[in-house]
Nanobody, 118 residues
Framework: QVQLVESGGGLVQAGGSLRLSCAAS????????MSWHRQAPGKQREFVAR???????KYSESVAGRFTISRGIAKNTVYLQMNSLAPEDTAVYYC????????????WGQGTQVTVSS
């Protein structure tokens, strides 16, 4: 069973930076896609960024150019470097790992709060 533990959230002023980390325990297949999502109060959870085992990345339009997703050397850790933060980035940020073959799984972390003050 894969478990995800997120860290790095907190309170920051607009224009500041934070780095989120997500460590996965248990076995991950090399085809696993790791991603970050966020959910602001009263809104649906939305995609932020994802990275494949090969290092291919994709970002939502709202964070492209400001956020950077990366994976640790051991491939079981994913990071989200968030720069130029704005109040609209305030949300609970969730880590996700997903794989289709040979074994399907789709796991979420417990979330970490990011609050950006104006």
């Amino acid at each position: 069973q894969v478990q995800l533990v997120e860290s790095g959230g907190g309170l920051v002023q607009a224009g500041g930076s934070l780095r989120l980390s997500c460590a996965a325990s248990g076995r991950l297949f090399s085809t696993t896609i790791m991603s970050w999502h966020r959910q602001a109060p009263g809104k649906q959870r939305e995609f932020v960024a994802r990275i494949t085992e090969g290092g291919n990345t994709k970002y939502s339009e709202s964070v492209a150019g400001r956020f950077t997703i990366s994976r640790g050397i051991a491939k079981n850790t994913v990071y989200l470097q968030m720069n130029s933060l704005a109040p609209e980035d305030t949300a609970v940020y969730y880590c996700n790992v997903k794989n289709d073959r040979p074994v399907h799984y789709d796991h979420w972390g417990q979330g970490t709060q990011v609050t950006v003050s104006s």
